[in-house]
């Protein structure tokens, strides 16, 4: 068994791995990496894009994990210096 392996659980007879396809990213119809690769597709800078990537992904992933207050202040964040950067 390979360590990717070792990482990797079965929840309702869906394989998760922790690296490739983390549970708290891959709730619901579509995987968070696709919905945020579409969403800063249009960004006019990469710099943008990645804030709001960062922002989209602490945001859909907010009921998933345990500290949910914590990943809203980091989405916060993000969501604070992609607004200050819009100026």
């Given at each position: 068994?390979?360590?990717?392996?070792?990482k990797?659980?079965?929840?309702?007879?869906?394989d998760?791995?922790m690296?490739?396809?983390?549970k708290?990213?891959?709730?619901?119809?579509?995987e968070?990496?696709?919905?945020?690769?579409?969403?800063?597709n249009?960004?006019?800078?990469?710099?943008?894009g990645?804030?709001?990537?960062?922002?989209?992904?602490?945001?859909i992933?907010l009921?998933h994990k345990?500290?949910?207050?914590?990943?809203?202040?980091?989405?916060?964040?993000?969501?604070n210096?992609l607004?200050?950067?819009?100026?």
């Amino acid at each position: 068994m390979n360590s990717e392996n070792k990482k990797s659980f079965k929840s309702n007879e869906v394989d998760y791995n922790m690296v490739h396809n983390p549970k708290h990213y891959t709730q619901g119809r579509v995987e968070a990496i696709d919905v945020i690769e579409d969403s800063i597709n249009s960004a006019p800078s990469p710099m943008l894009g990645f804030l709001q990537g960062q922002v989209l992904k602490y945001m859909i992933r907010l009921w998933h994990k345990k500290k949910s207050k914590e990943d809203a202040e980091k989405a916060q964040w993000y969501l604070n210096r992609l607004i200050n950067s819009l100026d």
